[in-house]
């Protein structure tokens, strides 16, 4: 689908997703997810996703768990996989991979915290920092 902001799904609230696969989604904040709450995926797949900042998600002031997914071929300008502000991302057993160039990361984080346990980062390239572009604080 195609919208303005989180072309599959917009959520204000908590969300958590299980198993599930978005695919050629499009929009201009958060191509398949634009989160403003507590959010937490397991098991979930993001292909070819697009938007202007966070191709498969956009995440915003909360706490985002990413647990055995995969993003592949997403694109954005900033974070082709995902775009946090003001947000903790925490990472585990999760895979980034990418044919497609941006400008600023798979992960771009502002003024964000990024907690990774077990993250690939394969075949990504970016102007700025292939895997996580950090903006304003930085911790990893």
Do not use: M
């Not at 929009?27 to 900042?53: K, R």
């Not at 044919?99 to 077990?118: E, H, L, P, R, W």
């Amino acid at each position: 689908g195609n919208s303005f902001r989180g072309s599959a799904i917009y959520s204000s609230g908590q969300t958590t997703l299980n198993n599930v696969t978005f695919i050629n989604n499009t929009a201009t904040s958060g191509g398949a997810i634009n989160s403003h709450g507590q959010t937490t995926i397991n098991n979930v797949t993001f292909i070819n996703n697009n938007a202007y900042n966070g191709g498969a998600i956009s995440h915003y002031d909360y706490i985002i768990n990413c647990n055995n997914s995969q993003f592949i071929d997403n694109y954005a300008e900033w974070g082709s996989s995902l775009y946090s502000d003001d947000a903790t991302i925490n990472i585990c057993n999760t895979f980034f991979t990418s044919q497609i160039s941006n400008k600023y990361g798979q992960i771009q984080a502002f003024s964000s915290t990024v907690n990774i346990d077990t993250g690939d980062f394969l075949n990504i390239s970016a102007t700025y920092s292939p895997a996580i572009y950090f903006e304003d604080e930085r911790e990893i």
